[in-house]
């Protein structure tokens, strides 16, 4: 996949003359650039043969032509498709096939209508952009559907980007399985048996609300042979970029990345999910997070917010519920920057695990987060412990902190193993009792309106800019929970080894550091 430059390459003069020739139009996605076009108008009266004087009026036309490099497939704005896009052909590296938009008006719409599996389905095939569309599959519960498929049954897929779509209204089965996590707006999936992958992905700038099961639920690779983090991992995915997606309303997780090595989830916005979670303790439990990774290697996570992710039915039938998930079989992950917010279930979902299990949580935000960690054997009845996993710098405010087995509030990590959990805040709104459970290694923390733990912990108000604030917005929470120069917090945090070199607002870090996720200058 090309990531283009933002920098502008020398025009001759006569591509520049070509150029503002094409924008004369009154569309510039309308003028055809030489490598062929295809227009789908289904709102047209009569079938015609693809060109933008006489476009096809359904989809089946479209899905007929195998396209090359350079293709083009434009849809009419504000005309409806009922059915499913799946093109043939493919592009190139530097050469895709777009499917996008033509005209003026509102996206074009594909309706899958419950009776597709998707809206767009991208099959074993590779460099193509989908753009500009906006795609909806209301169905029955019984099976999942999906607004964008992306699949490798018999063949590679490199190379797909999937921006700028506004999907919503896609609803199926919502059940705790893999045929449940399978449906929603954006998934990937290997259906072939061979050793396929979904690599170079980019899904970026999405509109995505009133989904089941999944927001985007992305599987690169359905290998097992994962090996330590520092290690290559041939099988792993490779290439996969989620950026700047906003998500709302989700009947279970917003974003996932499986079988993937080194992938990037960053800027997105997540307001709302796990609204079929219940049970955790029972057969029928059905538990979600915000935004997590599983059979993965070297995930970072950062700059992204979530908020509003619910238990469940009740405050007893729930499950999971939290913004973030360090769950089991990943190593390798870090979890940076990020604002979480009034998320019944926590902030961070932490699986113990009996194989290698490393992750950094650091200079993350929240605020009335239910928890601030909910610690659970997620392989029960193997428990395994929290070794290699280190929590630091990070700001908690929220009326009654404390950590928890999903409903069961716990006072001891008794598994914590090397779990180190250093230089946090942790602010109680109300004068609070909780024991905060945070292990051995547990030091150089600061305390407000609750009982300290561990060693050279700091008791006293970190003297917030503004600690009455609520909202949305990253940088905007972050302004006002930043500590002033005269709080206790400063210079009081614990040297670290191999911590990142700035701190939520991207400002150096000194030595020794602040307590929290802001370190003042």
């Known amino acids: 996949m090309r990531i283009r430059s933002s920098r502008t390459p020398s025009l001759t003069l006569a591509a520049l003359l070509a150029a503002l020739c094409a924008a004369c139009g009154s569309d510039d996605s309308s003028n055809d650039d030489g490598r062929g076009s295809y227009y789908v108008d289904c709102s047209a009266t009569a079938p015609g043969d693809g060109t933008s004087d006489s ?6 036309a479209a899905n007929a032509v195998t396209l090359e490099p350079g293709n083009r497939l434009l849809l009419r704005r504000g005309a409806t498709c009922v059915g499913m896009l799946k093109p043939q052909g493919s592009g190139t590296a530097d050469i895709p096939v777009v499917i996008g938009a033509y005209g003026d008006g509102p996206l074009p719409h594909i ?7 998707a809206a767009v389905h991208i099959d074993d095939v590779s460099h193509f952009v989908i753009q500009d569309l906006e795609l909806t599959n209301p169905g029955n519960l ?3 559907h999906r607004g964008v498929y992306v699949t490798a049954t018999e063949a590679m897929v490199v190379g797909i980007e999937i921006r700028d779509l506004y999907i919503h209204d896609v609803t199926g089965l919502v059940e705790f399985s893999g045929t449940g996590k399978s449906g929603g707006a954006i998934i990937g999936r290997i259906l072939g048996d061979g050793p396929v992958r979904i690599e170079d992905v980019l899904i970026e700038n999405n509109r995505i609300e009133d989904v089941g099961r999944s927001g985007i639920f992305f599987t690169g690779s359905r290998a097992r042979n994962r090996p330590p983090a520092e290690e290559e991992w041939p099988d792993g995915a490779k290439g996969i970029v989620i950026r700047g997606n906003n998500l709302t309303r989700l009947q279970g997780d917003a974003i996932v990345a499986l079988g993937t090595s080194g992938a990037l989830i960053e800027h997105n916005v997540v307001h709302i999910g796990n609204l079929a979670g219940r049970d955790w303790a029972g057969a029928d439990r059905n538990c979600s997070a915000g935004i997590w990774t599983w059979n993965a290697n070297n995930t970072l996570i950062q700059r992204n917010e979530v908020s509003g992710y ?8 729930g499950c999971d519920g939290t913004g973030f998930d360090v769950d089991n079989r990943q190593d390798g992950t870090v979890i940076q920057y990020n604002y979480s917010h009034d998320n019944e279930g926590g902030f961070l979902l932490l699986c113990s695990d009996d194989e290698l299990h490393r992750a950094e949580v650091r200079y993350n935000l929240s605020v009335d987060d239910g928890k601030v960690i909910n610690a659970v054997s997620c392989k029960f ?3 395994g412990t929290f070794d290699g996993i280190r929590f630091y710098n990070n700001t908690f405010v929220a009326e009654d902190p404390l950590t928890g ?17 250093a230089n946090n805040i942790i602010y109680a709104t109300s004068p609070s009792t909780n024991l905060i459970a945070c292990g051995d290694r547990c030091t150089n923390n600061l305390f407000y309106d609750l009982p300290p733990r561990g060693t050279d912990y700091v008791d006293g108000d970190p003297l917030f800019e503004d600690v009455t604030w609520r909202g949305s ?8 929970f930043q500590i002033r120069d005269e709080s206790p917090a400063v210079a009081a945090g614990l040297e670290l080894e191999d911590q990142p070199d700035t701190d939520y607002f991207e400002e150096e870090i000194p030595a020794p550091p602040a307590i929290g ?4 200058q």
């Open 55 to 60: 476009p096809w009026n359904d989809l089946a």
């Open 111 to 117: 309706d899958a209508n419950g009776t597709n599996t």
């Open 142 to 144: 019984s099976e999942p």
């Open 310 to 317: 619910r238990f469940g039915q009740s405050p007893t039938d």
């Open 381 to 383: 009845p193997t428990v």
């Open 405 to 421: 087995l999903e409903t069961v509030p716990l006072e001891m990590l008794g598994n914590a193993g090397d779990f180190q959990f």
């Open 473 to 480: 917005g990253r940088l905007e929470a972050g302004a006002a």
């Open 517 to 520: 996720m802001h370190q003042p």
